[in-house]
T-cell receptor
């Protein structure tokens, strides 16, 4: 398979602290990246996306940073709350057919545990 | 606006049987993708459909197949089930499948093979 799930890394933070979740992607040709949050028993929920012609994008309490030189993506969550506890996945989009494709390659995921 | 709906939520089958899973995309979305999620392999792309045509396919055996109907609803089928097919099967939809659009996921069908 193209995505190998091994031991799930865990990030443990205190409520109110900022969290930074990192992701290394694999394909230099990837042109679009998405962060998803997955809670137990649910499907991945869209958080924020970024195109390859950008290096930073901000949402509500979240910021995504893209470093194409080292193929690295990060998700920053400000003032982390207990409700942020979940598994976070980065996904890269592999372009095909002139950009008309929808094949996402997912990272292994990071478990964010927020301590009250 | 209703999200992506997958049915059934849970399914138990035995080896050798076949199964069909259903996905209704977000209203107006025409691209539907399927993914398999397991603890060992993570989230893996199965295939994508747009306008009733399979446009992209992952590295899965031919036992895994799918189709899309004219109303954009999609089904995936797995024949001759194996123990290793036990997984969460996720469906995701986007407007027209362009690469700069997020895919929105349903909550999946949990398939258990006995």
């Amino acid at each position: 398979g193209e995505s190998v799930g091994l031991h799930l890394p865990t990030l443990s933070v205190q409520e109110g602290d900022n969290s930074i979740i990192n992701c290394a992607y694999s394909n230099s040709a990837s042109d679009y990246f998405i962060w998803y949050k997955q809670e137990s028993g649910k499907g991945p929920q869209f958080i924020i996306d970024i195109r390859s012609n950008m290096d930073k994008r901000q949402g509500q309490r979240v910021t995504v940073l893209l470093n194409k030189t080292v193929k690295h993506l990060s998700l920053q969550i400000a003032a982390t709350q207990p409700g942020d506890s979940a598994v976070y996945f980065c996904a890269e989009n592999i372009s095909n057919y002139g950009g008309a494709t929808n094949k996402l390659i997912f990272g292994t995921g990071t478990l964010l545990a927020v301590q009250p | 606006k209703a999200g992506v709906t997958q049915t059934p939520r849970y399914l138990i089958k035995t080896r050798g049987q076949q199964v069909t899973l259903s996905c209704s995309p977000i209203s107006g979305h025409r691209s539907v993708s399927w993914y398999q999620q397991t603890p060992g392999q993570g989230l893996q792309f199965l295939f994508e459909y747009f306008s009733e045509t399979q446009r992209n396919k992952g590295n899965f055996p031919g036992r895994f197949s799918g189709r899309q109907f004219s109303n954009s609803r999609s089904e995936m089928n797995v024949s001759t089930l194996e123990l290793g097919d036990s997984a969460l099967y996720l469906c995701a939809s986007s407007f027209d499948g362009r690469s700069n659009q997020p895919q929105h996921f349903g909550d999946g069908t949990r398939l258990s093979i006995l």
